[in-house]
């Protein structure tokens, strides 16, 4: 990992390609830095949620949560390079491949639930379908999609880390999180959960239509455009 300068005129050093899940986590506390030193703290808690997610994964692969540990770690690093390589564009103001990503670069005073949200659009609505064409042609297709879908359940179980993480600073945002979280906890994650059946459904048209004419990348536009818009009216 390339040390930097912890300072406002630091020059951006690309995140590296992780090759394991220890990797992953290394990556995401140093890009944490990252986006504070270049202003980029919109990012923080999808971030930051990243790390909870991966390591819940780790661990409970190391218990034999999974049939097949090592593909998933190997979806794992994939999945995480995406996330890495948008990061690395962004950050260094350049054109990024997803437009879905360039929208979170946007929403810099949106609420936090928001960006959590914006993120995970990116990842799991453009991203996912790319790695699942990557990956799930294995002669054991079937019992690695199986433990794919159990990571729904981690999911859920990493929302009660997750929502602390949200430090809203708008009263209204403030107020639902203390006094009523299961308006703002369950239809984030639930939203979360659809989105990966969604990625499903993307990846089943890219290997029957091919990747041109999937219609992917346009559906992970439009809800960032809708997720941003929503925001613009929840400043308050």
């Not at 999808?46 to 661990?59: A, C, E, G, L, M």
């Not at 360039?102 to 990842?123: E, V």
């Not at 993307?202 to 818009?229: C, D, E, H, M, P």
Request: glycine share 2%; with cysteine; hydrophobic share 40%.
């Amino acid at each position: 990992m390339l040390e930097v300068m912890m300072d406002k005129n630091s020059i951006y050093h690309p995140v590296s390609s992780p090759k394991s899940y220890a990797d992953i986590i290394d990556n995401l506390n140093f890009l944490e830095k990252q986006l504070s030193i270049h202003d980029y703290d919109q990012f923080l808690v999808f971030n930051r949620s990243y790390v909870v997610v991966t390591q819940s994964i780790k661990d409970n692969s190391e218990k034999g949560y999974f049939m097949h540990p090592e593909f998933v770690e190997d979806f794992a690093i994939t999945f995480a390079g995406y996330y890495f390589q948008a990061m690395n564009e962004v950050i260094a103001n350049t054109t990024t491949e997803s437009a879905a990503w360039g929208k979170l670069a946007t929403a810099k005073k949106h609420p936090r639930f928001i960006q959590l949200l914006l993120g995970a659009n990116a990842h799991i609505n453009h991203d996912l379908p790319l790695v699942m064409v990557e990956h799930m042609n294995q002669d054991y297709s079937r019992e690695v999609f199986k433990d794919i879908l159990s990571i729904d359940a981690l999911l859920m179980q990493s929302g009660k880390e997750i929502i602390p993480l949200l430090d809203e600073s708008y009263t209204c945002q403030r107020f639902i999180k203390k006094h009523l979280q299961f308006l703002y906890y369950m239809p984030v994650m639930y939203m979360i959960l659809l989105w990966r059946i969604s990625a499903w459904r993307s990846y089943k048209s890219i290997i029957k239509n091919g990747l041109s004419q999937a219609k992917f990348q346009t559906k992970s536009v439009r809800t960032a455009n809708r997720l941003f818009n929503i925001g613009l009216y929840l400043q308050f």
